[in-house]
């Protein structure tokens, strides 16, 4: 029996580091095809995407097997990208306000993609239609973690939806004629969500 078990347990062993290794290159072919999508949009050839992922493109295939299916990858990828990184950053930033800062900046990186990926997420196609709530499900709970964590140094009136609206506004166009940096606009956001320090005389 302990030599049965022992096989099991060897061939255990061997199925994780290949698990490992696909989730890897899973990993490495979505953020390829983010960013592919961004720079040339979402028809682009799926060699060039293997080729930044450095995969061939029958791994693309096999994860993928349609384009639709690589897009509503990657729009879940980033989503839950961003979702992980608002407790990440709470614990390793020196306040709730800086870990907001800095969550939103890695927002704003989102919504560019998200841009890339806007004419095909309008389309007609039902594969896309959940992705809405999916996005709202998963991060307006992690922005009002982090706004809360904050709120000792943040306006009274600041929420958490309407916060990354606006931040989407911001990036609306920065992409376009005329593009501007969305992230400097931003960063003049959050700025502007602090709550103003009372005047010296006040502040007994």
């Not at 199925?15 to 390829?32: C, G, I, V």
């Not at 990208?81 to 709470?90: F, H, N, R, Y």
């Not at 998200?114 to 996005?135: I, M, N, R, T």
């Not at 309407?162 to 956001?189: I, N, Q, T, W």
Request: overall charge neutral; proline content about 5%; hydrophobic content about 45%.
């Amino acid at each position: 029996m302990a030599g049965g078990f022992a096989v099991v347990d060897d061939r255990a062993q061997g199925r994780e580091p290949r698990r490992a290794d696909a989730r890897r290159n899973k990993e490495a072919l979505l953020r390829a095809a983010a960013s592919v999508f961004v720079e040339a949009g979402v028809q682009a050839p799926i060699r060039d995407i293997a080729a930044r992922a450095g995969v061939g493109t029958a791994t693309i295939y096999r994860h993928f097997p349609t384009r639709a299916d690589l897009i509503v990858g990657v729009y879940r990828h980033q989503v839950e990208v961003l979702a992980e990184a608002g407790p990440a950053l709470l614990a390793e930033s020196a306040t709730g306000y800086a870990a907001l800062a800095r969550w939103l900046e890695a927002f704003v990186d989102f919504v560019v993609t998200k841009q890339g990926l806007a004419s095909v997420l309008q389309s007609d196609d039902p594969c896309f239609d959940p992705l809405h709530s999916y996005f709202l499900d998963r991060l307006v709970p992690v922005c009002t973690e982090l706004v809360e964590a904050a709120s000792d140094e943040l306006r009274e009136d600041v929420r958490a939806y309407e916060l990354m609206r606006g931040v989407g506004g911001l990036c609306a166009s920065s992409g376009g004629p005329g593009a501007y940096d969305a992230r400097k606009l931003v960063r003049f956001l959050v700025a502007g969500l602090r709550r103003a320090a009372p005047p010296a005389g006040d502040a007994a």
